[in-house]
């Protein structure tokens, strides 16, 4: 070790060495807050004020309950949610996202709080096996896609896939016309989950996002070691969107951005949406690449060999004719040489363009 990474170290160990209140909560804690830039550490209770939101919406309206629950106050200064209601907060947020945006708020708010109540199961490996069959069960609702004007558009237009992998549909007038820029009705179904599954703004993904901090927090009572301290998980405040949290370097200096993720799988939202996307296209029952060789196999391959001397021969051909052009052109005998060539590597172009059409 250097003398100044020594001379660092031993700063650290000082600095560490008085411990306040504030201190002892982010060793207890893997969760952080900024209000106006002062560090607030929620506590790591997140399974607790869960069961209390699931108690309230047993008796009461949501509206009702985190109203009740959701306790704002002066921190740091300033007017907002206090330290101990973070995941009542955090929670209305998530359970109001359906209802913000999107129709059909009861029946989408109900699924969301079903999905809440496997959350809360311990542990949290078997939490998310039950999640998982539940967000594959729902994708379409949870998604949007069952209320999307993309499906309606879809299906309007029934777009199909022909041979050459061109796409058509029928206009008002029955004609079959070429579309570019739209897909059929499954590959469209595709891509709009894709995007609710993989994007930070998918509704798929908000809830995968909730589940983590569950799964978060039981690794971190489990496995606290595993965390290193200069690395919390930054939740955002309630007018920013408390649902998409991302992992902090607590540290003066600013670091563009941080990699880290936890050793545990489960509590890395990227690898669940990746393996939520990957159960979703288990089931897709066509072969693109073998599609894509059944469309060229019956081109010229330009890696074989008879193909690759024929290039190589005309490429002699056509640098030839460029360099020697001008003096060919002064002869007779050679200007009907230069007629003839030139009519075989047009054919050639023309060839080549009718196999590309």
């Known amino acids: 070790m250097t003398a100044s990474a020594a001379g660092l170290k031993s700063l650290c160990d000082k600095l560490g060495d008085a411990k306040g209140p504030d201190d002892l909560m982010a060793s207890s804690s893997p969760f952080v807050r900024f209000v106006s830039g002062t560090v607030i550490h929620p506590p790591n209770t997140i399974y607790e004020s869960a069961l209390d939101v699931l108690k309230g919406l047993a008796q009461n ?34 359970i109001g996202f359906y ?58 237009r029934n777009v199909s896939r022909g041979e050459d992998g061109n796409y058509y549909f029928r206009d008002h007038d029955g004609v079959l ?17 894709t995007d609710a599954i993989l994007r930070t703004f998918g509704p798929i993904r908000k809830i995968l996002n909730v589940f983590c901090i569950f799964a978060i927090s039981e690794d971190f009572r ?55 996307l990957a159960e979703v296209t288990d089931s897709l029952d066509r072969d693109l690449w073998q599609e894509h060789i059944e469309r060229f196999k019956d081109r010229e ?36 040489f230069f007629r003839v060539a030139l009519f075989f590597v047009i054919a050639e172009a023309a060839e080549n363009a009718v196999r590309r059409a």
Request: proline content about 4%.
């Open 177 to 193: 016309v070429q579309i570019i820029g739209e897909k059929t009705l499954p590959e469209t179904h595709l891509d709009f989950l």
């Open 222 to 276: 489990r496995k606290a070691e595993n965390y290193p301290k200069s690395l919390r998980l930054y939740i955002p405040e309630r007018q920013f969107g408390m649902l998409s949290p991302r992992w902090h370097r607590m540290q003066f200096h600013q670091v563009r951005t941080v990699r880290w993720r936890p050793q545990n799988n489960l509590c890395d939202p990227e690898w669940l949406s990746e393996q939520l």
């Open 99 to 156: 209802g913000r945006e999107f129709s059909e708020t009861q029946r989408l708010q109900g699924l969301v709080i079903e999905s809440l109540q496997l959350m809360v199961e311990k542990p949290h490996e078997k939490a998310w096996n039950q999640l998982e069959h539940f967000l594959l069960d729902h994708v379409d609702d949870l998604s949007g896609w069952n209320k999307s004007w993309i499906k309606q558009d879809a299906e309007r």
């Open 61 to 94: 309206s949501a509206e009702e309950t985190f109203r009740r629950l959701v306790q704002e106050g002066s921190v740091a200064g300033n007017h907002a949610v206090m330290p101990e209601a973070t995941w009542y907060a955090l929670l209305a947020d998530f």
């Open 301 to 336: 391959n330009k890696l074989d060999a008879d193909c690759l001397h024929k290039e190589v021969a005309n490429t002699c051909l056509r640098n030839f004719l460029a360099q020697n052009a001008d003096a060919l052109r002064s002869e007779q005998a050679a200007d009907v």
